[in-house]
């Protein structure tokens, strides 16, 4: 059964540092890529970034590249989402998931129960 953990969120200043993570049931990484998605509340889920299940491709939405890192761990079954640079506008509700080959809220195998992410001084 697909599981996900998140972990890692919190209240940060802006310019600050987050790193995010994942904790999938064993062999999930190996069989599903794995997508980071935010949300805020009046607003749709959006898509933050994505990496396949070989772990060599990834992608990232348009205002978090350059700040944000998609990485995974086989061994801890893990994924991370490293965040520097933050800024205000990053707050949401941060939720990892198993996606198909299409990473997008509409093509998700399963979700994460969230992780809150608060940028504010």
């Known amino acids: 059964q697909l599981q996900l953990v998140e972990s890692g969120g919190g209240l940060v200043q802006p310019g600050g540092s987050l790193r995010l993570s994942c904790e999938a049931s064993?062999?999930?990484?190996?069989?599903?890529?794995i997508g980071w998605f935010r949300k805020v509340p009046g607003k749709e889920r959006e898509g933050v970034s994505c990496?396949?299940?070989?772990?060599?491709?990834?992608t990232y939405t348009a205002s978090v590249k350059g700040r944000f890192t998609i990485s995974k761990d086989n061994a801890r079954n893990t994924v991370y989402l490293q965040m520097v640079s933050l800024k205000p506008e990053d707050t949401a509700v941060y939720y990892c998931a198993a996606v198909s080959a299409i990473c997008d809220v509409d093509f998700v195998y399963a979700w994460g129960q969230g992780t809150q992410v608060t940028v504010s001084s």
């Open positions: 990496m396949d299940s070989s772990g060599h491709s990834t």
């Open positions: 064993e062999d999930t990484l190996d069989h599903y890529p």
